[in-house]
């Protein structure tokens, strides 16, 4: 069951994460501009899981790589936490995606070379304020596999790694883009719950990007893009649990 947002005051912080105020983003082409985002204004209030939907294209990726610090809107602002992200130099930048976000993508990234202790020490020996390499494995469920290369771990093993990585700087933001994508229904299911445990266990504000409809049971406030622009935002009344989830 959905309401409004106007009609969901039970999540809503003084200070939202996020504000975008007029946002798009247009690439060039050839003999016509690109135009990924078209004015979008939207919040998301701190500590909220919310779910991208929309077809490939409809611009949830720029937004949220805009939201990340990862790429730069053509015009429009951003904020975080009152902060103007879109005013930052490229070293400001660096320093919001390093001290305050999160990222977890639909392939892995882990260095083959690696354990999953080393892998996720990438991140904790440059962050400003890190978990333990070993706390954030035991946050998803690793504790006895941190020392296993990443060809010794499964797909949903391997992407658990990648989401310990993400939260183990300790950051005020996850992003999640098709963190599902690559696997099957149960293990996707599996890295699924361990995203919305760290949700509700560090109160991480978290946005996960997806083309599976029924993930949206699973969030506070679900987004929908098209074309470019938010066609739709919803909170849900009651939340489903992602072990409950129909794939």
């Known amino acids: 069951m959905a309401m409004t947002e106007n009609e969901a005051t039970q999540h809503t912080a003084a200070e939202p994460a996020f504000r975008t105020k007029d946002l798009t983003k ?37 937004f949220l790589n805009i939201l990340g610090g990862l ?23 660096t320093a919001y995606r390093r001290d305050h976000v999160g990222f977890v993508f639909q392939f892995y990234n882990l260095i083959p070379s690696l354990t999953a202790r080393e892998n996720v020490e990438l991140v904790t020996d440059i962050a400003a304020h890190p978990m333990p390499a070993a706390d954030a494995l035991a946050l998803v469920g690793l504790a006895q596999r941190m020392d296993h290369f990443p060809a010794q771990l499964s797909g949903g093993e391997q992407q658990r790694v990648a989401v310990a990585r993400a939260v183990a700087k300790s950051p005020e933001v996850l992003l999640c883009d098709e963190p599902t994508g690559a696997l099957d229904s ?10 919305e445990g760290v949700n509700r266990e560090l109160g991480t504000t978290t946005a996960i990007i997806t083309h599976n409809a029924s993930i949206a049971a699973m969030a506070h406030r679900v987004v929908r893009f098209a074309d470019g622009n938010v066609v739709g935002v919803e909170v849900n009344a009651t939340r489903a649990p992602a072990a409950s989830i129909k794939w």
Do not use: C
Not at 76 to 82: K, M, R, S
């Open 186 to 195: 149960e293990t996707g299911i599996g890295v699924l719950e361990t995203i």
């Open 71 to 93: 790429d730069r809107p053509t015009s429009g602002q951003v904020f975080f936490e009152g902060r103007e992200l879109t005013a930052f130099d490229d070293g400001a930048l």
């Open 26 to 62: 247009v690439y060039p082409g050839d003999g016509a501009e690109v135009w990924a985002l078209r004015g979008v204004n939207i919040e998301f209030p701190a500590g909220e899981l919310m779910v991208l939907l929309g077809p490939s294209g409809s611009g949830k990726s720029t």
